[in-house]
Structures are given as structure tokens and as C-alpha cells.
């Protein structure tokens, strides 16, 4: 595949998924240099990759940026370039940028887009009804009436559509995953997803206005567990509750409707045996305490008839004490930061790296004319339209919430509706 034409790449969105940067500096997460970015600048080195732009709203903010990745990754890492394009250009604000960006690029070109939940849809049409590939985070759209969109679009234009569900190439997820298949009907699902109260600073601009820590953070195990029962069982009915009262008081002050804690409960009932059933519980939170040595605690229970997994991916094995800070532990399964014995970026087989890459490289043999989009719907990839009952499940969720009733999911004419 080395004689693939190199892929021209977008990076939307300027924070801490992309950069390690946030509105308030340097981010102080596990993401200290982001993971799109640096993700993108190895690719380049490597050869995958073309030209690179990057857009955001406030052009202002760019000078920093670049400082940042200059110090924090070119000049850590050898032969590493982290110049791009930017847009808005001389330091202008423009909430549509990312049009004037897109317009500047061909077919088969790509996006990758990690902007706040209600831009995704917009961002991610603009872009495939240019011919242009996207890989778009989580949660895909906030409206599962969107998803569907995004689906007909991409086979209208035949272009790829991933969302970036970097879980799914966890190697003990998608091992968890493989070996749930031999357990036999699906019978009970818990899953606890939380980040500090510190995350309310960095998402103080977003939080519990454009979207609720459910979609954001509940959105990675409902797709392990949609993914685990693809073609086994189907969701039929979600009933969420909320907690409330840290996210809305001193000191992070978010806006009256932010929860603090967001649980779904849903039902899934059984395509091969009508009188199997199961139950769900999906649990995020983003009050969870300042010093835990983690920055997300995330574990999962899966009960089948014939046996049952845990999975604790927070606590893999691996802690450092710290006299100034305590006790961390670390995950380099995800992302590995540290150099190689040469110098250069070492991360290639960290799954949040492996998770991008896959998307360049369907993108660049859709364009060589060795694959077709729709190839990638049955290799298990978390393609938009594998990925539709997760946005389902949140949407309903939100529903269910606002509305203070149970919220039905049910197939109508081949599409997934909600009731």
C-alpha cells in the first residue's frame, strides 16, 4: 500500500483532543500534547500524509498553539514538523471558518473533526457533500435524526465516514469483545465512565449548554456494548436519571441545567430469541474527585448465560509515586509519549493512534479505487453507519431527561427511529 497517494488532511477544532491546548493554556490532562495533532504530524513523517490545515473559530489563539506543539512536540521528538495551515487567518474570529477551509480543498481530500457536540453535524455534511472523507469524534451527532443524515450522505457521495471510537482497538476491549461472542444471550451490562472536577474548567464554554457529560463520555462504552451485540440484540427502551449540584456551583458556576452525573437504563432485546432480554446501565460523571490518580476511572461488567467480564481500564497494572503528587496510574496502551531509543515518536501502536490511522488509510485506498466505503461497514470499524444505535441511545437519553419519560427505539422502513 505504499504507493497510495498521500492524503491531504483538515484538522477541525483547536483543543485539547487536537493540540493539548485549552482556553486556559497548556492542558493539565493525560492529553498534555493532544493526540489529532501529533497523530497527524507523525503520519506526515511516515508518508501518509499530504498537506495539513488546521481551523478553529478565534485565529487568535494560533501564535500559542504553535508555540506550544513547536516546544512540546517538534522540538522533542526528532524530524518532526508540526507547521499546518491555519483558518481563521490574522487572528480573526469566525464561527464558520471551517467552510472557507473545506471550500479550499478537493475530493478525496479529508476532515477529522473534534469541535463541541452540535457542530459535528453540520461540520461533517459540509464536508462529505464536497467529496470530502470525514472522521468525526464522538458523540457522531446529538439527533439521532442527524446520524441518519450523515449515513445517506456518505453513500450519496461515496466517501468514508469513521467516527473516532478509539476504543473499539483497545486490544483488551476487542479481545473482550470476541470472547463476549462465546458467552451465549446477552443478559446485563454496567458501565462507570468519570473525569475530574477539573474538566469543568476546560469545558466551562460547552458544558451543559451545546451538550451533557452523557454524550460526551457515556458515548465510548454504549458503542463497546452496541459493538459487543451487533447482530445479537437490539436497544428498545431507555429511562435516564441526573445529578445535579457541583457542576452549578463554586467554582466551576456552569449554567443551571449542567448535570453532574447522567445514568441510562436501557433495554435490549434478543434478534434470535424472543424470550431473552437484557438490561443496561451506562454511568458518566465529570464531578468525580480531584486526586484519584487517574484522569478517567472507566470499567465495565458484561453478563452473558454462559459467563461474564470485567474490564478495568483505568488500572492497568502500571502506577508511578510521585513524592510532590502521589500515586498515577498510566495508560501507554492508549498513547505513549515517550520517545524512541532514536529520538522520534513512538506511539504508532497506542490505540488512540491506531484509531486515526485506520481512518487515513481506508480514506487513501477508497481513493486508490482498492475499496469501497461501504467496505468498511463489515470489518467491525466504527463507520457511521455502524455506529447508529450509540446516537440512538444518547438521544433518547437526552429525551428521556428533558422530557421525564421513557423513550422508545424501534426500526421503521430500514431506519432507526425514536418514540
Not at 458518566?284 to 459467563?307: D, E, F, R, V
Amino acid at each position: 500500500m505504499s504507493n497510495l497517494r498521500k492524503l491531504n488532511v483538515l484538522m477541525c477544532g483547536t483543543g485539547e483532543y487536537t493540540t493539548g491546548w485549552t482556553g486556559s493554556g497548556a492542558s493539565t490532562s493525560d492529553k498534555k500534547i493532544g493526540v489529532v495533532g501529533l497523530t497527524m504530524f507523525d503520519l506526515r513523517r511516515l508518508g501518509k500524509i499530504g498537506k495539513l490545515g488546521m481551523v478553529g473559530v478565534n485565529g487568535g489563539k494560533f501564535p500559542a498553539i504553535r508555540q506550544h506543539l513547536q516546544e512540546n512536540i517538534e522540538n522533542v521528538y526528532k524530524d518532526m514538523d508540526t507547521s499546518f495551515e491555519e483558518y481563521p487567518k490574522e487572528g480573526n474570529i469566525d464561527p464558520e471558518a471551517y467552510k472557507d477551509a473545506i471550500d479550499k480543498m478537493s475530493p478525496g481530500d479529508a476532515v477529522i473533526v473534534f469541535t463541541p457536540d452540535s457542530t459535528h453535524y453540520p461540520i461533517s455534511l459540509y464536508a462529505m457533500e464536497r467529496g470530502i472523507h470525514v472522521l468525526v469524534t464522538k458523540p457522531a451527532t446529538k439527533l439521532l435524526s442527524h446520524h441518519n443524515e450523515l449515513i445517506a450522505a456518505a453513500r450519496k457521495y461515496n466517501v468514508v465516514c469513521f467516527v473516532e471510537h478509539h476504543k473499539r482497538f483497545d486490544p483488551v476491549y476487542s479481545d473482550a469483545k470476541a470472547r463476549a461472542q462465546a458467552l451465549g444471550e446477552f443478559n446485563f451490562f454496567n458501565a462507570w465512565m468519570s473525569q475530574p472536577k477539573s474538566q469543568l474548567e476546560t469545558f466551562r464554554a460547552w458544558a451543559g449548554k451545546d451538550s451533557d457529560i452523557s454524550y460526551y463520555l457515556s458515548s465510548h462504552h454504549i458503542d463497546i456494548c452496541c459493538w459487543i451485540l451487533q447482530d445479537k440484540a437490539v436497544p428498545t427502551r431507555v429511562v435516564a436519571s441526573a445529578a445535579t449540584g457541583i457542576a452549578t456551583g463554586e467554582p466551576y458556576n456552569c449554567v443551571p441545567q449542567t448535570e453532574d452525573t447522567i445514568t441510562l437504563l436501557v433495554d435490549w432485546q434478543s434478534i434470535n430469541s424472543p424470550g431473552h432480554k437484557g438490561t443496561a446501565v451506562y454511568t458518566a460523571s465529570w464531578t468525580a474527585p480531584l486526586k484519584a490518580g487517574i484522569h478517567s476511572a472507566q470499567h465495565w461488567y458484561y453478563m452473558g448465560a454462559k459467563g461474564d467480564i470485567n474490564v478495568d481500564q483505568a488500572h492497568r497494572g502500571y502506577d508511578i509515586t510521585v513524592d510532590e503528587t502521589g500515586k498515577t496510574w498510566y495508560n501507554p496502551f492508549y498513547m505513549k509519549y515517550s520517545p524512541s531509543e532514536t529520538g522520534h515518536f513512538d506511539g504508532q501502536r497506542g490505540y488512540g493512534y491506531i484509531s486515526i490511522e485506520k481512518f487515513i488509510d481506508a480514506a487513501r485506498e477508497v481513493n486508490a479505487g482498492v475499496a469501497k466505503p461501504s467496505d468498511y461497514d463489515s470489518h467491525g470499524y466504527p463507520t457511521i453507519a455502524n455506529t447508529v444505535l450509540t446516537t440512538a441511545i444518547l438521544n433518547a437519553g437526552r429525551i428521556s431527561l428533558d422530557e421525564k419519560r421513557a423513550v422508545g427505539i424501534k426500526k421503521n422502513e430500514g431506519e432507526w427511529i425514536l418514540q
